[in-house]
């Protein structure tokens, strides 16, 4: 019998890359053991988890909001409601009861939505994975991504062999995203043979949390209409919002409704973010706008193929998309819980951006959305040139260190892209105790500058 070997493998596997649970995660959680198993011999006594968003992972301190809770449990167990009378308010066993019913008419930012052209899915990447498995048809065709990117959009072409045609945001201006920048990345393709086919916004942003203003969005609508691109705009932070008077985030599809654009537009939600958080349960949905009927019914068949999400998922994109409202038993509460993350996540990165910017060397654009920072450190020749002898990038020895000495775990910048010659890494605000976790990182920093210079 012939084993199975990598060299069997499909090479387009080899060639995707994840660094969110790459080296530095995946040694962030061999240190967790040894701590667990009582090993003293390491200079910190926890682990912090900046690598990753999952808000109500171990660790980090968003709890689940208790309105999704409850209603998924009587779907789960109907008898409940019964068994325990006084347990759920009446708003929560009216969704519950109305779930198992049929769903009507549905309106999305002030707009009509047509519930045939939205899809539940495991997340929102499964969405994207599906979207771009349908688009790439060869090599030479492209998508464009951000850069930097959150690393599903680079993994999944690397998978379905299609082009990742970078775009790079401006991180002068706030990581800011012009029109220009896609433009000329448009015009090079084009020069090396590559069709454009599908612009990708990540509205807010990660690993910058970047949120784009509506003047900027009309102009990349305009593009689309332009270069004729598909738009898939991920927008599964859109409740992240650290000042949302000053900030406000406005739906691609608001804007493609209001300016009656022809464009292709997919957008993309999740449950994993924003209040919920609710990464385990996997639910997400994508709206299809623009599409024609003959595209839809392809998409349908696809999503039938994969069959339906989790019912837990299901649930969740419910009771985001329609939380309780003024005067529902369960409003308090959930307005409490959630009124809580915010201005957790609010001040935290106020705090973190404001002391990383204090700090020889680094550079931290406050961001007003989603869930990180993304700072910029300058390293020195002596850093790059011990990193490079160790056979690493320079960031990615600047965050193992981190992790070595400190138990914080960071993902590098290299796993999102960035410049030539730039460094950053990205972190999250998830994480309690700011404090204590800033001040490590703080005082790893100081070090670091002293060991290899500025
Ligand atoms: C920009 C972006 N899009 C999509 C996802 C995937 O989310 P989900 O858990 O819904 O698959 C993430 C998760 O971190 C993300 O950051």
Redesign the pocket.
């Known amino acids: 019998m012939r084993p199975l070997t990598l060299d069997s493998l499909n090479p387009a596997v080899k060639k995707v890359q994840y660094a969110v649970r790459g080296e530095l995660a995946i040694k962030a959680e061999e240190y967790r053991v040894r701590l667990a198993e009582g090993d003293k011999g390491l200079p910190f006594d926890k682990v912090i988890s900046s690598n990753i968003?999952n808000p109500q992972q171990k660790g980090l301190d968003q709890p689940p909001i208790t309105f999704v809770r409850q209603v998924a449990a009587l779907m789960e167990w109907p008898a409940l409601a019964e068994l325990a009378p006084n347990v759920f308010p009446q708003d929560v066993r009216a969704r519950a009861k109305e779930l198992q019913e049929e769903i009507g008419s549905i309106e999305r930012d002030g707009y009509p939505s047509d519930p045939g052209h939205i899809f539940l899915t495991g997340?929102?990447?499964?969405g994207?994975s599906l979207l771009i498995s349908m688009l790439v048809t060869s090599p030479k065709d492209g998508v464009l991504i951000p850069i930097p990117q959150?690393p599903?959009y680079t993994a999944t072409l690397a998978q379905h062999n299609g082009a990742a045609l970078p775009y790079h945001l401006d991180e002068s201006s706030g990581w800011s995203t012009s029109a220009e920048s896609i433009e000329a990345a448009i015009e090079k393709a084009h020069r090396e043979g590559i069709v454009s086919k599908a612009l990708v916004i990540?509205n807010p942003g990660?690993p910058t949390g970047a949120l784009l203003d509506e003047e900027t969005q009309v102009q990349l609508i305009e593009l689309c209409e332009k270069y004729s691109l598909v738009l898939l705009a991920?927008e599964?932070?859109q409740a992240n919002l650290h000042h949302p008077d000053s900030h406000p985030f406005t739906s691609f599809k608001k804007l493609v409704a209001k300016h009656q654009s022809p464009i292709p537009l997919v957008s993309?939600h999740?449950?994993?973010?924003g209040v919920s958080g609710e990464?385990g349960r996997?639910g997400?949905y994508f709206e299809c706008t623009n599409i024609s009927d003959e595209v839809l019914a392809e998409i349908y068949k696809m999503v039938s193929v994969g069959l339906c999400p989790p019912v837990s998922g299901q649930i969740g994109v419910d009771c985001m998309v329609r939380p309780p409202k003024p005067g529902d038993e369960s409003y308090e509460l959930w307005k409490k819980e959630t009124d809580t993350i915010h201005a957790a996540l609010a001040s935290r990165t106020k705090t973190m951006a404001e002391r990383l910017n204090a700090l020889p060397g680094v550079s931290c654009v406050d961001s007003p959305g989603a869930l990180y920072l993304y700072p910029q450190i300058r390293l020195s020749q002596k850093a790059q040139e011990t990193a490079r002898k160790a056979g690493k990038e320079p960031d990615a020895f600047y965050a193992l260190a981190l992790l070595d000495e400190t138990g914080i775990c960071v993902v590098p910048g290299s796993g999102f892209g960035q410049k030539e010659g730039e460094w950053h890494y990205r972190l999250t605000c998830l994480c309690p105790g700011v404090d204590e976790y800033v001040g490590k990182l703080e005082k790893f920093h100081r070090g670091f500058v002293e060991k290899y210079g500025a």
């Open positions: 968003g997340g929102a990447s499964a994207v959150y599903l990540i990660n991920d599964v932070y993309f999740s449950i994993s973010k990464c996997r997400g």
